[in-house]
């Protein structure tokens, strides 16, 4: 749910790569549930995709290895996932605690160091001043 939340003005804005990554991720969902629920996700996937993800026999591969499991920089992405949900909690409930609704700007937040890389969707996600 946070990267939904990271990619969402991406979505807005018709970025076809972010749309892309989320059409993945659905699809690969629906893939993994096709066992616990096979009939809701049979209809959704005929229908969206015109053929069954309960056909499907193996999980999909990465479609980039360097963000797989074990490879050094899917690995440290993985590892910023914590700093990225502790900083989210963080401006959520600071805007709570202040009687600001979620969609207006906030100042004072100090970005973490860690996640720098990620300012400008951050600044944008949290409406950052």
């Not at 360097?66 to 490879?71: M, N, Q, T, Y």
């Amino acid at each position: 749910s946070h990267w939904l939340e990271m990619v969402k003005s991406r979505l807005y804005d018709e970025d076809t790569t972010a749309a892309w990554v989320l059409h993945r991720v659905v699809r690969d969902t629906l893939t993994a549930f096709s066992p616990v629920c096979p009939f809701f996700t049979h209809h959704i996937t005929t229908t969206v995709y015109g053929t069954s993800c309960v056909d499907t026999r193996s999980f999909p591969a990465h479609v980039d290895e360097a963000l797989g499991v074990g490879a050094e920089e899917g690995d440290a992405m993985r590892m910023l996932t914590t700093d990225v949900m502790a900083f989210n909690s963080l401006v959520w409930s600071t805007k709570r605690e202040q009687g600001i609704a979620l969609n207006q700007p906030i100042e004072g937040m100090v970005l973490p160091e860690s996640l720098e890389a990620f300012r400008p969707v951050l600044t944008v996600m949290h409406r950052l001043a």
